[in-house]
């Protein structure tokens, strides 16, 4: 323990984190740059801040506050102890509706904020687009605007008062009138009223520097909203009172879609006259999918509120007949509204991939010039661009003329740095130019401080380098940012990593096969890091669990960067840190959907794991768990499988049992099936499509359009689940889908060869022939989640022998299990990249649902006619989609929504030991929720393997696969427990 930890921990009652993954977690925000903290103190209060403080100063440390970590201009990191707000600070103390005020700590999240002000019709008014993340300490260290600033301004215009501890111990209760100026402040700047009232450019976006013109007597002499935006260089921030407004009753949208950004550019400050909430744009090259969008090349967002939603209605549609568009929409329900604003939030995070893959990087994100520029400036600055080279597409808030742009700097060679530099600096100039700001939300940071004399000239900086002398004598608090900065240049965090691609398992095609490519991806936006989730939404479960920043997908991102860096996690792969954080990642993919940059921790949790696990012993779960298809070939017999399932149920074996494999002792063992799937349909006909008729050897049920022998071949695949745990579910989809008139029939067993040549021809091959028999296919993902890549390799190798006749036919591959359906989608490919036939077999993979709806099109399924309650699969979420789910279950008269996030289970990850606690607390979330509050008659829909079992042990509730609901439905006897 260093002198400075133990003197930390002697005086602060809150948690003092010098170990290496502390550290590691914060050496980076949401900027280009990195520095390594000596520590992280999580203070309990005001007390542990000043604490904190008396020790930093007597030692000459530098100290920084940090709230969500999400800065894009480098300004909460640094070098000395990091004050994280996040996990003891985070309490709204007091709302008090009829004064329209609420008391905050700085790491409260400004969501729940907006939930507690909602039931008395307030909000907050400034809302980021991370605003599920982002906290108020560090909006209001930012000056943070969001996309409702033209109606309610910048966080300045919402403070009142605000309580802050300086450098030196003083503990200020910041107001207007001069209330709470440390000594000295005044004199400056009563000196200084001239400069003050002629130095600052007039804009609605002007958040760079000292806001030094709010102590003029005319603005109230506002020593809070003058501390707005001084990124923690003054005082640390300890409690804020701030001012609510009031939230419409109702809101319009109106998208109003035009041929490209500047033509939206050119029409925004046109439509301020309306008094709109927003006006936001953007351009297509920023969006996924323009399906849920007007005609055009770039969008306008602008909202209208009203007392109702007629006249929040006829206010848009006022601002479309006014507007020259090429097409427009105007949407009044809030769900369809939602779904369009996520659109416009996540351009954070998909703004840092070009449209071609290639890498962007913020530095010039927020930059601001006066509305009715705004055009003019966007053609000057994409022509800036195109003279140095590069490519960046603008978007953000048109009607208050602040720009975010993420740009293809190439920040890992000399040349690349080299010529960031040069543009930073004709940017400057250029928004000079245009009378703007050189940040318009995120603060100057480290990206832009040494730049400000370009915007302010000397003696104006002299002036801020003296209040910061006043507020901070000792320059103790985040040094380098806004006065006597840090060169723009240094520090960039891709510095650190290692210039040669890292040898790895999987083949990243996203990312050109360069593992530290993949761990770029983590950009610090932090959507993983919201504490609720709606919708369908499942990133990410274990942070929400947990609330541990190490638990996040960018925490975990965090980790690799430095186990790739070298310098804080110091034994690379072998590190335990990594391996602790990496412990409880459910492997769900939901990062890999969820994340606006893609980042997939599920893929490289397994690469970790194959690395830090090569030529040592691995956990016994791994051994348990991760060859559990082997296990259950061992005993698939029907006397083996009777004989496992009774012994189970004995407590002193199971117990045993479940202590030598690495399970969690809260676990039932699963029984396992006496008859498998493929023997189930060896006996009901040896193979063949059609033979034996229907499942069971029943005639086809009325309801139904077909039955077997006839229409287009489908391939079932033989899961390790159903084959062994729930083969009913394999019996249901032979059922639906003969039913549906398609052909039926199950992988091969073994390599077949062509058929011998006759008559000098080769006879042609019968694709039923080749396909009779049991399956032992397998996708491998058990060795996937357990890291075991080598065993995962041969196993999917063998499959591709195996599947090659598939290959030859037109046969879809019909999955089951959504867990292996994606697993054959993407890891199969991503791992076997050497081998064409991965892309091949992964091309024909398809869903139970995606089956009937495109080779049985023009069947009709039975009426269910009941609601549904359970979840979505994890793994459908993010890689399948369940779009094609949704409309099966429409025809069927299923009706009601799945809930999104994760069971919990999530294959071996919740019946490993020590993993119970936090597998329960993700089904607590949605899924058990759901189920318990949904009516009595209602579907308990669950197609995981997974999730099913969870529902089981943690609620005694049977969940069933949607092909036997259809099923049963078929068959006139649909079951009628409910849940």
């Not at 309610?152 to 309580?163: K, N, Q």
């Not at 954070?348 to 962007?360: F, H, Y």
């Not at 005993?635 to 189970?648: G, I, K």
């Not at 029939?745 to 058929?755: D, G, N, S, V």
Request: charged share 25%.
């Amino acid at each position: 323990m260093t002198d400075l930890e133990a003197q930390l921990r002697a005086v602060v009652r809150g948690e003092v984190g010098f170990d290496v993954t502390s550290r590691a977690l914060t050496t980076m925000d949401a900027s280009n740059y990195r520095r390594v903290p000596a520590g992280v103190v999580a203070p309990r209060d005001a007390d542990d801040v000043a604490a904190v403080l008396a020790v930093c100063r007597e030692r000459g440390v530098p100290v920084v506050a940090r709230g969500g970590g999400t800065s894009i201009a480098g300004q909460a990191t640094g070098t000395g102890v990091v004050l994280d707000f996040t996990r003891h600070m985070n309490r709204l103390v007091a709302l008090d509706a009829e004064a329209r005020t609420a008391v905050v700590q700085p790491g409260l999240v400004l969501d729940r904020l907006q939930e507690a002000a909602a039931p008395h019709g307030l909000r907050f008014g400034p809302d980021p687009s991370t605003h599920s993340r982002c906290t108020l300490g560090g909006m209001i260290g930012n000056n943070s605007c969001g996309s409702h600033s033209v109606a309610w301004g910048t966080t300045a215009d919402s403070v009142r008062e605000l309580d802050v501890v300086t450098a030196r111990g003083a503990r200020l209760r910041l107001g207007r009138d001069w209330a709470g100026a440390p000594g000295g402040l005044r004199d400056l700047a009563e000196a200084e009223l001239a400069r003050l009232r002629t130095g600052f450019p007039e804009l609605p976006r002007r958040i760079s520097g000292y806001a030094l013109d709010a102590l003029l007597p005319e603005n109230g002499a506002d020593v809070a909203r003058s501390f707005c935006g001084s990124e923690g260089t003054l005082g640390v921030l300890t409690e804020a009172v701030v001012h609510l407004v009031e939230a419409p009753r109702a809101r319009a949208l109106a998208v109003l879609g035009y041929a490209d950004e500047s033509a939206a550019a050119e029409a925004a400050a046109g439509l301020l006259p309306f008094g709109p909430l927003t006006v936001e744009g953007m351009a297509a090259d920023l969006v996924r999918s323009t399906a849920e969008l007007p005609r055009g090349g770039a969008w306008l967002f602008v909202e209208t509120g009203g007392e109702t939603a007629g006249e929040a209605r006829t206010r848009a549609e006022a601002i479309v007949r006014a507007a020259d568009v090429v097409d427009a929409l105007v949407v009044t329900d809030p769900a369809g509204q939602r779904a369009l604003w996520r659109i416009r939030e996540d351009a954070s995070g998909t703004a840092t991939r070009m449209p071609d893959g290639t890498e962007a990087w913020p530095g010039w994100e927020d930059c601001a010039v006066p509305p009715a520029r705004l055009g003019a400036y966007l053609r000057d600055f994409r022509a800036l661009m195109a003279a140095h080279g590069l490519r960046g597409t603008p978007y953000g808030h048109f009607g208050d003329g602040c720009i975010h742009v993420r740009i293809d700097f190439d920040l890992l060679t000399e040349a690349g740095v080299t010529r960031f530099r040069r543009f930073s600096e004709e940017l400057a100039d250029l928004v000079v130019a245009h009378g703007g700001s050189l940040s318009g939300e995120h603060g100057d940071g480290q990206a832009r401080a040494e730049l400000l004399p370009r915007m302010y000239g000397a003696e104006m900086i002299g002036l801020f380098e003296r209040v910061k002398g006043v507020w901070d004598p000792d320059d103790l608090l985040n040094p380098g940012m806004l006065v006597r900065p840090a060169p723009l240049d240094s520090g960039l965090r891709f510095s650190v990593l290692p210039r040669e691609p890292v040898d790895v398992a999987f083949g990243y095609p996203a990312d050109d096969g360069d593992f530290a490519a993949a761990v770029r991806r983590c950009v610090g936006v932090a959507k993983c890091r919201t504490t609720s989730v709606s919708g369908s939404a499942v990133m990410c479960p274990s942070f929400r669990a947990t609330g541990a920043e190490e638990h996040s997908t960018r925490g975990r991102a965090r980790l690799l960067h430095e186990m790739l860096a070298g310098e804080v996690v110091t034994d690379g792969w072998r590190s335990e840190e990594v391996r602790d954080a990496l412990d409880l990642c459910l492997s769900c993919k939901g990062c890999r959907s969820d994340c606006p940059v893609g980042v997939d921790m599920a893929t490289y949790k397994a690469e970790f794991l194959h690395r830090h696990y090569a030529g040592r012993r691995r956990p016994a779960a791994h051994y348990a768990l991760g060859r559990l298809p082997v296990w259950l070939r061992a005993v698939s017999r029907t006397r083996t499988a009777r004989l496992v399932n009774a012994l189970s149920a004995v407590p002193p074996l199971a117990w045993a049992a479940k202590r030598l494999g690495g399970l969690a002792p809260e676990r039932e063992i699963p029984r396992v099936a006496t008859r498998t799937f493929s023997g189930w349909w060896e006996r009901r006909g040896g193979g063949g499509a059609g033979a034996g008729g229907a499942a069971g050897g029943r005639e086809p049920a009325r309801g139904g359009s077909g039955g077997a022998g006839r229409g287009p071949l489908v391939v079932l695949w033989p899961d390790t689940f159903t084959e062994h745990l729930s083969p009913a579910v394999g019996q249901a989809a032979v059922r639906v889908l003969e039913a549906a008139g398609l052909r039926v029939a199950l992988p091969p067993t073994l390599r077949l060869e062509k058929p011998p040549v006759g008559d000098g021809r080769t006879v042609a091959l019968d694709p039923l022939s080749l396909l009779r028999g049991r399956g032992r296919v397998c996708c491998g993902l058990t060795y996937v989640s357990t890291g075991q890549l080598e065993r995962a390799r041969a196993v999917m190798r063998r499959t591709l022998d195996l599947m090659e006749p598939v290959l030859e036919t037109g046969a879809p591959v019909v999955v089951l299990e959504p867990s292996c359906a994606a697993a054959l989608r993407t890891d199969v490919p991503e791992l076997l990249h050497d081998d064409p036939r991965a892309a091949r077999l992964a091309a024909k993979v398809l869903t139970f649902a995606e089956t009937l709806e495109r080779h049985a099109p023009g069947w009709t399924p039975p009426r269910v006619d009941r609601p549904v309650a359970g979840q979505t699969h994890c793994h459908q979420h993010a890689v399948l989609g369940d779009a094609a789910d949704r409309r099966l279950r429409e025809a069927a008269l299923l009706t009601g929504e799945l809930s999104g996030g994760c069971c919990g289970l999530a294959g071996n990850f919740g019946f490993e030991k020590g993993h119970f606690e936090v597998s329960a607390a993700c089904a607590e979330e949605q899924l058990l929720p759901s189920v318990r509050d949904a009516p009595q008659d209602t579907v308990v829909l669950a197609d995981g393997y997974s999730c099913r079992t969870q529902l089981e042990q943690l609620a005694g509730v049977r969940g069933r696969h949607l092909a036997q609901v259809l099923a049963e439905a078929l068959d006139g006897h649909p079951e009628r427990e409910g849940t």
